[in-house]
Structures are given as C-alpha cells and as structure tokens.
C-alpha cells in the first residue's frame, strides 16, 4: 500500500518538475506546458526519472554490498552516488532521448566547459538537501499529522526547486555549447594560419 500510494503520489510530482525544468531550461518566464491529467504521461516521467536513479545508484549499491558490512555505510555511498551522478544521467538522458543511454558526449563535455555552472549546481543542492534534512529533524518532536503536513509541503518545494535548478543547468549548458569562440581563440588560429602565397 505505501509503494502503491508513494508512486501515485511521486509520478505526478515529478511530470510537474520535469515542465518546470523545461521551461527553466528553454529560458520561459513560466511554465507553459504543464502535465495533463492523463497517468500515463506521469508515469512516462516518472520513469524516466527512476531510471536516471537506477543507473545512479545501483551499481555503487551492489559493488558496496561485497565491500563493507554496515548498512549505514551502504546507504550513505548510494545517496552519495545518485547525489552526484543524478544530475549527469538525467539530463545524458534527455540529450540522447532514450532511457538506456545515461552517457552522452555534449553533457561529458559541459562538465569541464562549464565548471562553475556544475559546481555552483552541486553546491546549491546541497545545502538544499541539508536544509530539508534539518527541516525533518526539528519537526520530529511535534505532532505527527502537523510534522506530516509541514514534511510533505516542503519535500514538494524542494522537488520543485530542484528540477528548476537542473533545468537552469540545461540551460547553462546549452548556453556554453552555443557560445561564438572566443576572440583569444580567433587570434590564435589567425597566428598559426600560414600566409598566402603572393
């Protein structure tokens, strides 16, 4: 029941962040293309969106199986790894338009093209997460419908804040890709080209 009623609860949670992180990532003011009220289309988002988790998250999981004993270390390395990882596979994905490919060349790219837009991505997320992790921890001593109210409107902010945040990356990269080469770069390449021949 709790597995049936989370994902009715987190597909059309996540097809609302993912037009958000379209409409941050095409530079719109609002968000135009909001999610309709078909489950499929939420579904197909959400799927998306767990995938990107898997291939995140699994295989540092399995490999920690085999390497330590702790479950708190296991759990701790996984989230670390999806923390980090998320990101990239997600938007690999939608570059290469299909599940299966969480790799793609131009997003690989924009990680060193790019580095203050990752980094500052990296850095706002996690004082995010932390944000909201201190939120649960304050909120633990009051009554539980009251914390229950507070905990699920924050966690929808945060989802919501966090799409916008890698749409904003999208488009950062998307901005870098874009960019006319640099002047240093002409003048380069006009120092190194050989003279005509008179």
């Known amino acids: 029941g709790l597995f049936i009623g989370g994902t009715l609860f987190a597909a059309p949670l996540i097809a609302c962040g993912f037009a958000i992180l379209q409409a941050v990532a095409n530079d719109q003011p609002t968000v135009e293309d909001w999610p309709s009220m078909d489950p499929m289309e939420w579904l197909g988002s959400a799927g998306i969106a767990f995938a990107a988790v898997g291939f995140a998250g699994v295989p540092v999981f399995v490999l920690s199986q085999f ?19 998320f990101p990239f596979v997600l938007l690999s994905m939608l570059d290469m338009q299909t599940i299966t490919m969480p790799f793609s060349p131009e997003v690989a790219r924009s990680v060193s093209s790019s580095q203050e837009s990752w980094g ?29 109210f507070i905990n699920v409107g924050a966690t929808v902010g945060l989802v919501f ?5 890698i749409g904003r990356l999208a488009y950062a990269i998307g901005q870098s890709v874009n960019a006319p080469p640099r002047e240093d770069d002409d003048d380069t390449h006009k120092e190194g080209a050989k003279p005509e021949d008179a």
């Not at 004993?69 to 990882?85: E, P, V």
């Not at 804040?161 to 945040?165: C, K, L, S, V």
């Open 120 to 148: 500052g991505f990296y850095f706002s997320a996690g004082l995010l997460f932390f944000g909201l992790f201190l939120l649960f921890v304050a909120t633990s001593g009051g009554s539980a419908s009251g914390s229950a």
């Open 161 to 165: 804040t966090y799409f916008a945040m």
């Open 67 to 85: 390497l330590f004993d702790n479950t708190l270390i296991i759990l701790a390395l996984t989230m670390l790894s999806i923390y980090i990882m």
